[in-house]
């Protein structure tokens, strides 16, 4: 095994239990998993899937949230070369019904709290035959820890190809129907070489996943990349509450630290009393790295956190079709703030106008992304991946600009895009505005139909909490900082906002209600 050259992960995932067979690999609650134990659990698992009569290419679901049986049952299913389709576990019944059918999953592995939805969302899936429960028993279902108990591995010598598709990860929906983005083993294996490439890990090192697991910045850098290195997991269930994680954060003593803005934004405000500053610095000396992805990543966060903390917080930029990495900010280095960074190894980018015109340095326009951790295409809808994929170029849809030094800056979602009497404005530069005024905590910007400007800009606000502000004062602060077209004509103000699992915020939803 030492000698072969790693050509899938079912590999990567061995060579690392071969390697570090008594280093703990998972952390969960009190549990400590070593890469030994996981490897074999594992492998007991996907000869058991195979007793069902799971074959190759068959799509088996992941329906749970943060928990070791997500990644036990994650490699049982590539290893017996069938496709994983984790889903995010927030879903209702018609959206994960259609996840299920539109992907013709197998079978499930979900908890018993799951059961309920699951049931109803079969009616309407029927390649749906087996339904694996990680935490009890109930009728018509079977056991995840039954299964493996009654399974003998059966060493066989199968080789993955690197072409093979590993998982189907289902895009957010946010604009419509979910597209399942095939991503193969050498989609994964390429993404996680070039992070190693871009950050210093190693086997030394403790990952925090506090993220969701079924999401792809998750899966890649909080759970492939530290199994390639042979680096512990500290696997947080949920997010909330928020003093959990940092309790985990200290007491696992967790070197690299994966999340999103807000969790970023929570932590760079939170108040910490004087007399406690150093105390709180000396327990997280530990962190090495925070890396943040997902959602953009407000410059004003950036700098709060880092001042509190002294600890890098890079930001990077990905997308599920690309496995998920594009660019990262390197950790050592010139970091640019606001900017994604650089496009990591093996990545390459530019940026092209709507005629499809490579554009020069500054200059506005539609990200391309090519590499060998570009997608093999949309499940079961060719016409989608053909708008999206094209001489080997993968659209992203963000408008975007490259710098002197190539480093990129997002400007805004090409479908985001306002279109006021012929002028575009982008949301986000609104956006990034209103956040910088004192009272504002969160804001999205939308474009509404308006007959006589085609559309306009209109603003959701979310204060600070004990602070006021009217719509009047928002529009005045605007006119200061921003051309005249681009001043939303309303502005509302909410207490929340609807968002997807990583914390994006789910701007269709703002306009429908």
């Keep these: 095994m030492r000698d072969r050259l790693v050509e899938n992960l079912t590999m990567m995932f061995e060579k690392s239990a071969e390697k570090f067979p008594d280093k703990t690999a998972l952390f969960f609650l009190d549990k400590k998993i070593s890469y030994k134990e996981l490897y ?3 492998s007991r698992l996907g000869q058991g899937l195979k007793n069902l009569g799971i074959k190759k ?159 792809s910045f998750a899966f890649t850098v909080c759970i492939l990349l530290p199994l390639a290195v042979g680096a512990s997991i500290t696997i947080i269930e949920h997010v909330r509450p928020f003093r959990r994680v940092i309790r985990n954060i200290i007491k696992k003593k967790i070197t690299v630290f994966i999340g999103i803005p807000a969790i970023f934004n929570v932590l760079a405000h939170m108040e910490i009393p004087h007399v406690f500053t150093s105390r709180v610095l000396k327990l997280i000396d530990p962190i090495k790295l925070c890396i943040s992805g997902a959602a953009a990543l407000p410059t004003e966060v950036l700098k709060a956190f880092e001042n509190k903390f002294r600890v890098p917080l890079v930001e990077g930029y990905g997308l599920t079709e690309a496995s998920p990495v594009v660019s990262l900010n390197p950790a050592r280095g010139i970091r640019k703030p606001g900017s994604v960074g650089l496009p990591i190894e093996g990545v390459e980018v530019k940026i092209v106008d709507d005629k499809n015109n490579q554009l020069t340095c500054n200059e506005v326009g539609e990200l391309l992304v090519k590499g060998d951790n570009i997608m093999k295409g949309y499940f079961n809808n060719d016409a989608e991946t053909k708008e999206v994929i094209k001489d080997n170029w993968l659209y992203t849809g963000d408008i975007a600009k490259l710098d002197e030094d190539g480093y990129i800056y997002i400007v805004d979602r090409k479908k985001d895009m306002i279109n006021v009497r012929g ?8 956006e990034k505005v209103l956040l910088k005024h004192p009272k504002i905590k969160e804001a999205a910007v939308v474009g509404i139909a308006d007959k006589f400007k085609g559309e306009v800009p209109k603003a959701f606000i979310i204060l600070k909490e004990n ?46 209600r």
């Design 423 to 430: 002028f575009n404005v982008y949301p986000v530069e609104i």
């Design 467 to 512: 602070e006021m502000l009217s719509g009047s004062e928002v529009i005045k602060y605007l006119r200061k900082n921003l051309a005249l077209f681009k001043i939303p004509k309303f502005v509302e103000f909410k207490q929340t906002f609807p968002k997807t699992a990583t914390g994006k915020i789910l701007k269709r939803q703002l306009k429908e």
């Design 57 to 215: 290419k068959d799509k088996v679901a992941l329906f749970l949230h943060n928990t070791p049986e997500f990644i036990v049952s994650y490699f049982a299913i590539i290893n017996i070369e069938t496709i994983c389709v984790p889903i995010n576990n927030m879903l209702k019944e018609e959206e994960l019904g259609f996840i299920l059918k539109d992907s013709g999953a197998k079978l499930i592995i979900s908890s018993v709290a799951n059961l309920d939805i699951i049931n109803s969302a079969k009616m309407k899936s029927p390649d749906l035959k087996y339904t694996v429960i990680i935490d009890g028993l109930a009728p018509n279902t079977f056991n995840f820890y039954e299964i493996i108990e009654r399974s003998i591995i059966k060493k066989e010598d199968v080789l993955i190809k690197p072409d093979e598709v590993a998982s189907i990860l289902y895009t957010s929906g946010t604009t419509g129907n979910p597209k399942g983005a095939m991503l193969t083993h050498k989609n994964f294996l390429s993404n996680v070489k070039s992070c190693i490439s871009s950050i210093d890990v190693s086997e030394k090192d403790n990952f925090i996943c506090v993220l969701p697991m079924f999401h």
């Design 40 to 42: 074999h659990t594992a």
